[in-house]
């Protein structure tokens, strides 16, 4: 059975439009519990998303998936993966994977209802922390398994100075990886190199510096060309994200099939590597980059976010 819920909530009405922060009910099933939030992280996803970059969402939605708060009163993090079964239940339509903030209500509130086998404890209270990491962390635990990277490999991530890029990259070079991370200013390319990683700004690197084992490519369209070309023989590309949701295009298709290039996808990530994720980052392993937004300064947040000046991910707070 479905119940109502009050929530305060940034929602998004119509693609590419502000978002409004008002009071508004949300239907979930009767059993599912509530979560305070204290933190949620604008995923470069919800840029994609905010775009209409995924045509079999529709809106009205209350984006976030990334979502740290308290359930109560112990602190918790939700795990934004629902079953099929569990989103039916909430009424959502839903293709073969469900995820908060798409199939059902999600964390830009003040509250969100969630199945209560969906939390994970949180090891402390800095939600932040956790909002800006834990799901860029997780998504390279996954896409690294994917493709198969083990240490003294040599990996170039694109888009390096995303959310995304810059904690996953974090957890790739403390596993032993070299990391070359591939970001559109110089700026970024020295707080990247803080990091541990070589920074470059200029697609040609390999002629420099030597081809690369495999590619993270969280960018898309705009850079896989160039990862393409500065891979190895048997080299593998693992697409992680398309950024400007523009179609994909591969230039010279003889690089893929000369140098036997093999292409993954990967989604998401499982909630052994969600719980993994907050592990290393509570071990301090991980440093956290944001900036954090009141939920009402959401407009301001997402002018930010689409411009990409910034390293790290944005954390909103209700
Ligand atoms: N498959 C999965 O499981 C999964 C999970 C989470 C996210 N994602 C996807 O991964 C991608 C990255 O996510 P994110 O959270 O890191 O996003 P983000 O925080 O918005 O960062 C994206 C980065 O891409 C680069 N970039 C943005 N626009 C660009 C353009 N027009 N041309 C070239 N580079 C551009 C920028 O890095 P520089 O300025 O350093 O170049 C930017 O910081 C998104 O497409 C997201 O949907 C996938
Ligand atoms: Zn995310």
Not at 141 to 157: F, Q, T
Not at 200 to 212: I, L, N, S
Not at 281 to 289: A, D, L, T
Request: charged share 25%; glycine share 10%; with cysteine.
């Amino acid at each position: 059975m479905l119940v109502e819920r009050r929530v305060r909530a940034a929602v998004l009405e119509s693609f590419r439009s502000p978002f409004k922060v008002v009071e508004t009910t949300v239907r979930v099933p009767e059993d599912w519990v509530e979560v305070r939030v204290r933190a949620v992280g604008v995923c470069g996803r919800d840029l994609v998303v905010w775009k209409g970059g995924f045509p079999n969402l529709r809106t009205p939605l209350i984006l976030g998936h990334e979502v740290f708060g308290e359930y109560e009163g112990v602190p918790v993090s939700v795990f934004p993966g629902l079953s099929v079964e569990e989103c039916r239940r909430a009424g959502g339509e839903c293709p073969g994977y469900a995820i908060l903030g798409e199939h059902v209500p999600g964390g830009y509130a003040d509250r969100v209802y969630v199945p209560r086998s969906n939390l994970i404890p949180l090891p402390d209270r800095d939600y932040r922390k956790y909002a800006a990491a834990t799901c860029g962390v997780a998504t390279i635990m996954h896409a690294s398994s994917v493709a198969g990277i083990r240490p003294g490999e040599r990996v170039l991530v694109t888009g390096a100075s995303g959310g995304v890029g810059v904690h996953g990259l974090q957890y790739l070079i403390n596993l032993g990886v070299e990391v070359i991370a591939l970001t559109r200013s110089e700026e970024k390319a020295r707080i990247l190199e803080g990091l541990g990683a070589r920074a470059v700004t200029r697609p040609d690197f390999y002629r420099e510096m030597g081809r690369v084992d495999a590619v993270l490519e969280l960018v898309g369209a705009r850079t896989i060309n160039w990862s393409m070309r500065a891979l190895r023989q048997k080299g593998r590309l693992v697409l992680v994200g398309n950024v400007t949701g523009e179609q994909v295009i591969i230039e010279r298709p003889a690089l893929l099939v000369m140098r036997e290039i093999s292409l993954h996808g990967t989604a998401a990530f499982t909630p052994k590597e969600w719980r993994s994720a907050i592990q290393v980052i509570s071990r301090g392993i991980i440093k956290p980059f944001y900036k954090v937004y009141d939920l009402d300064e959401i407009n301001e947040a997402y002018e930010a976010a689409l411009k990409g000046e910034r390293v790290g991910r944005i954390v909103l707070e209700p």
